[in-house]
């Protein structure tokens, strides 16, 4: 089993809402990745979590506040969003074996920020 | 500072061409790059994956090279179908993160149409 499964697959909200993204993996991966994907652009890394602890923040706004409560799930935490924050948000884990790192994507939450 | 171009930005071609996708980056200093493919609006599924000590790697129809001297790496896709229309990424991890963790650089994709 290769599946990374996020949750909601769209989700619309206000500027004023609270939401959150569920990303959750069972391959035993102990590294997991939000990335955020504006139409016709690559994807750009966001927060790296390894061990359940972030080692990585690329200058996100404190508007997006992730969160890894155990290994297997991981969350981004949404206020006070604006409407440029629309796009599509990745979730990815990853674990190194034999010198192999592959990082496997789920489907993707399409957000719209109203 | 990681910079990782493909080319071209977009290709459509006919059935049944073989056709080659081009990414190049310009930190040779690479562990390893990886191909993906991206259907409009969805997630990302792995193609292959090279080594930094690989020179190329095949799965079916797909053939992916890399010439870490020069910075340089080809998709190459056999027979075209239909139901390769999608949008393909390369990707370069520079470094393992301490505790298994991984950064990739994207390139900018190259948009595919393979038509009837």
């Known amino acids: 089993d290769t599946e990374v499964t996020q949750t909601p697959k769209h989700l619309v909200m206000g500027m004023t809402n609270k939401k959150s993204l569920k990303c959750e993996q069972h391959?035993?991966?102990?590294?997991m990745y939000w990335y955020k994907q504006k139409a016709k652009k690559p994807p750009e890394l966001m927060f790296v979590y390894s061990y359940e602890k972030l080692s990585i923040n690329e200058s996100v706004p404190s508007r997006f506040s992730p969160e890894c409560p155990n290994s297997s799930l991981l969350n981004l935490h949404l206020h006070a969003l604006q409407p440029e924050d629309s796009a599509l948000y990745l979730c990815?884990?990853?674990?190194?074996?034999?010198?192999?790192?592959?990082?496997?994507f789920g489907a993707g939450t399409r957000l719209s920020v109203l | 500072k990681q910079e990782v171009t493909q080319i071209p930005a977009a290709l459509s071609v006919p059935e049944g061409e073989n056709l080659v996708l081009n990414c190049s980056f310009t930190d040779s200093a690479i562990y390893n790059l990886q191909w993906f493919r991206q259907d409009p609006g969805k997630g990302l599924t792995s193609l292959l994956l090279i080594q930094s000590s690989q020179r190329e790697q095949t799965s079916g129809r797909l053939n992916a090279s890399l010439d870490k001297s020069s910075g340089r790496s080809t998709l190459y896709i056999a027979a075209s179908q239909p139901g390769d229309s999608a949008t393909y990424l390369c990707a370069v991890l520079l470094n393992i993160l301490t505790g298994g963790g991984n950064k990739l650089t994207f390139g900018t994709g190259t948009q595919l149409k393979v038509e009837l």
């Open positions: 990815a884990s990853s674990q190194e074996n034999g010198g192999i790192n592959i990082q496997y």
């Open positions: 391959m035993g991966h102990r590294a």
